[in-house]
């Protein structure tokens, strides 16, 4: 459905005088979340097919894309990242260190918090994942001018930031 509903969409209460329209005036195909959702789904159902190659998951995947930018991280941030409950994140994680892709240390300033590094191998395996990543990546946006690319972007950190929970 392409929705009829145009007018104080996004604005405030105020502005739409308590007035919302219904999912049905503003249909599926003009309702942000259900397109993200949607682009997600189709990411992660292509990216998981051609991590099968790798003998990699979708989440081990993800933990060394973040930990190959951004390493010694604690699980709780790891989660935040990934996108992950922190249960299956420590679970993977196990599983991960079992495979020497990433190693878990005491942090220095709290030895309570354990840091998740990458590994040689890990990134050796990110490495090898990478192009394939990159490719569903550039098909994903062909068609996009970088000028578009870089609104999207900027758009999509500025929703972020009025739905996030923490400070990542």
Same mark, same amino acid.
């Given at each position: !459905? &392409? ?9 405030? *209460? ?8 219904? !999912? ?14 949607? &682009? =997600?789904?189709?990411?992660?159902? @292509? ?8 003998? !990699?998951?979708? =989440? ?13 991280? =604690? ?6 990242? *990934? &996108? ?9 994680? @196990? ?15 709290? *030895? ?12 050796? =395996? ?26 999207? &972007? ?15």
């Amino acid at each position: !459905m &392409v929705g009829r509903y145009r007018r104080g969409v996004l604005g405030s *209460a105020n502005e739409r005088k308590g007035a919302i329209p219904s !999912m049905g005036e503003l249909g599926l195909n003009h309702f942000a979340p259900y397109l993200l959702n949607r &682009v =997600a789904a189709r990411w992660n159902a @292509d990216m998981s097919d051609e991590l099968k190659a790798f003998d !990699m998951t979708t =989440a081990k995947m993800r933990i060394l894309a973040i930990l190959s930018v951004s390493n010694g991280l =604690a699980i709780n941030e790891l989660s935040v990242y *990934a &996108v992950t409950e922190q249960s299956t994140m420590s679970r993977t994680l @196990d599983a991960m260190e079992e495979q020497g892709l990433v190693l878990r240390t005491p942090r220095a300033d709290d *030895a309570r918090v354990r840091e998740t590094s990458i590994t040689e191998k890990g990134a050796a =395996a990110f490495a090898a994942v990478w192009p394939t990543m990159y490719e569903r990546f550039s098909q994903m946006f062909e068609g996009v001018s970088e000028e578009e690319y870089q609104t999207f &972007v900027a758009l999509l950190h500025r929703i972020l930031g009025n739905i996030r929970r923490n400070d990542l």
